[in-house]
Nanobody, 132 residues
Framework: QVELRESGGGSVKAGEQLFLNCEAP????????MGWFRQVPGKEREGIAS????????YYSDSVKGRFTIARDITHNTVYLQMRSVKPDDTAMYYC?????????????????????????WGRGTQVTVSS
């Protein structure tokens, strides 16, 4: 089992920005891809941002494209998510994930709803709440 450590999150107002970080601290593990999913109660988990650790190719859902930016630090097996112009609809539990992608780096299911395979590694989640 691979540990993913999330940090960031919290409560912000609409229009503000927020940063999420995720690290895979085990030095023996090298992620193929890392990214973020989010979930609100009663709804399916939604993939929103992903980066292929090999070449930095980025993938976004339509719901966050143009507002969120994902970046990677391959030396530290870490990804960062900058969330700009947040909206109340961005309120959710945000989960870091790793190795949910195809061999070419695309998230499984992309550009439709992402479909992470059972072998995906997950963080515990961090809450983001956006007030109007």
């Amino acid at each position: 089992q691979v540990e993913l450590r999330e940090s960031g999150g919290g409560s912000v107002k609409a229009g503000e920005q927020l940063f999420l970080n995720c690290e895979a601290p085990d030095p023996s593990y090298t992620a193929k891809c890392m990214g973020w999913f989010r979930q609100v109660p009663g709804k399916e988990r939604e993939g929103i941002a992903s980066v292929f650790m090999y070449d930095g190719e980025e993938y976004y859902s339509d719901s966050v494209k143009g507002r969120f930016t994902i970046a990677r630090d391959i030396t530290h097996n870490t990804v960062y998510l900058q969330m700009r112009s947040v909206k109340p609809d961005d309120t959710a539990m945000y989960y870091c994930a790793a190795d949910f992608c195809l061999p070419d780096g695309r998230p499984r299911g992309y550009p439709q709803r992402w479909a992470p395979p059972p072998e995906t590694y997950w963080g515990r989640g961090t809450q983001v709440t956006v007030s109007s």
